[in-house]
């Protein structure tokens, strides 16, 4: 199965890194099966880093390899994915002991129903089922060093603007 990772660098061999914000499912090397959603995170910070060029990189996924590693896999928005979300974005201190977690990215358009949420405007329920009719990506975290096995780089894509 291919899986991609946009940035601004080539990454041919990723590591686990501690991130400078907090994200959906913590610190760790994420990708996703979606090359177009790839794209946009990688136009996306050739923007915030007013920078000329970023790459979608390309790695070649092993599902034998979830044999041995400890993996946590969101089908879709629930109250049980909710939950491990706002953990991780509002909770610094926030661990958890998967090697990969799997599931629906949190975008700008579910920021702003978890807002709603956050205001009290929407109970869980609402919040889950407005997720629900949402079309969302997926996004793939690669949480610990013994996770990144999974994964072989394959090639870059290069992006411009």
């Not at 991780?88 to 990215?105: A, C, L, Q, T, W």
Request: with cysteine; net charge negative; glycine share 4%.
């Amino acid at each position: 199965m291919k899986l991609y990772h946009g940035g601004l660098d080539i990454i041919e061999l990723p590591e686990i890194r501690e991130p400078n914000r907090t994200l959906d499912y913590g610190r760790g090397f994420y990708l996703t099966t979606s090359y177009e959603q790839a794209q946009k995170w990688v136009k996306r910070k050739i923007d915030e880093n007013r920078v000329s060029c970023g790459y979608v990189n390309e790695y070649d996924y092993d599902p034998l390899s979830e044999k041995e590693l400890h993996i946590l896999n969101f089908e879709s928005p629930t109250e049980e994915w909710l939950d491990f979300v706002m953990a991780n974005r509002m909770n610094p201190d926030f661990s958890h002991e998967y090697d990969i977690v799997k599931g629906p990215v949190a975008n700008d358009r579910v920021y702003a129903a978890f807002a709603l949420y956050e205001a009290r405007l929407y109970d869980r329920k609402r919040l889950i089922e407005e997720l629900r009719v949402y079309k969302l990506v997926d996004q793939i975290l690669l949480h610990t060093p013994k996770s990144l096995s999974s994964i072989r780089f394959i090639k870059a894509h290069k992006i411009t603007t």
